[in-house]
């Protein structure tokens, strides 16, 4: 009696646990949600009463923030399904070290622009996954923007991609030399909505999900996505895939 006690109790509590998430869940929703919306409804309003210019910059400007509230509701729609385990995966053969270096040239000229060494790591040889390939470049791009924001520019090495293979698993890292996570922020980073500098805006910051859909996409691919990190020590993205 003792033990199912017990582990009523621990039910009860994750039920309460679940439950607050999900409010917290539904409350961050509505506030990224309420920004572009606002901006929307206000240049519209000002447009209609004749005091903002109808002009093609500030139609551009309200056709970037329908842009932005679009890319959040698919990243909403794609985190949902990834955590409901009904994300639509396209497996086929893969060379993970080709579709890493493509990744990382995709990537070379915006870091060029900022400054940024972007170096990467990778086996000259072939190596074969079963994977999505289209959701793991998409993992992959989500990392690498996310590591190219907390850089520390001028330094040896500031971002580095590596790829290794070891005991029919693969390994792909995505580090950076930035100011590192503390216990406490490690312990949230893969939260949605969560930013480790709360002062960012949504474009210095992302929207906050791009970690949490990584996380569910490689969960999704029965991989793992774990990370390494000090504070002042920068912090390390690794993907853990099988090639079984």
């Known amino acids: 009696m003792g033990e199912l006690a017990a582990n009523f109790n621990s039910m009860s509590l994750a039920l309460a646990n679940a439950e607050q998430q999900r409010q917290q869940m539904l409350a961050d929703v509505a506030h990224e949600l309420r920004t572009p919306i606002s901006i929307i409804r206000g240049h519209l309003e000002t447009m209609l009463d004749g005091v903002l210019e109808t002009s093609s910059g500030n139609l551009a400007l309200i056709h ?14 794609t985190l949902s399904l990834a955590e409901a385990g009904s994300l639509s995966l396209n497996l086929k053969m893969v060379d993970a070290a080709e579709l890493t ?12 622009v900022e400054g940024i060494e972007l170096t990467a790591v990778i086996p000259s040889h072939p190596i074969i996954l079963n994977t999505d390939a289209n959701r ?18 001028g330094t040896a090495v500031p971002h580095t991609v590596t790829l290794t293979t070891n005991n029919e698993q693969v390994k792909l890292s995505i580090a950076d030399n930035g100011l590192g996570l503390s216990a406490e922020a490690q312990a949230h980073v893969f939260d949605h909505f969560w930013r ?28 793992r996505l774990s990370l390494k990190s000090k504070p002042q020590e920068g912090a390390a993205f690794i993907i853990t895939l099988s090639q079984k």
């Open 64 to 77: 970037e923030e329908t842009l932005l509230l679009g890319r959040l509701v698919e990243d909403l729609r």
């Open 196 to 223: 480790a500098d709360r002062s960012r805006t949504r474009d210095q910051g992302g929207s906050g999900l791009g970690l949490p859909i990584s996380k569910a996409i490689i969960n999704a691919l029965d991989g």
């Open 101 to 112: 270096a493509q990744a990382v040239s995709a990537f070379e000229p915006l870091a060029e």
């Open 136 to 153: 793991l470049r998409q993992v992959l791009g989500n990392l690498l923007s996310n590591a190219l924001r907390h850089v520390v520019i």
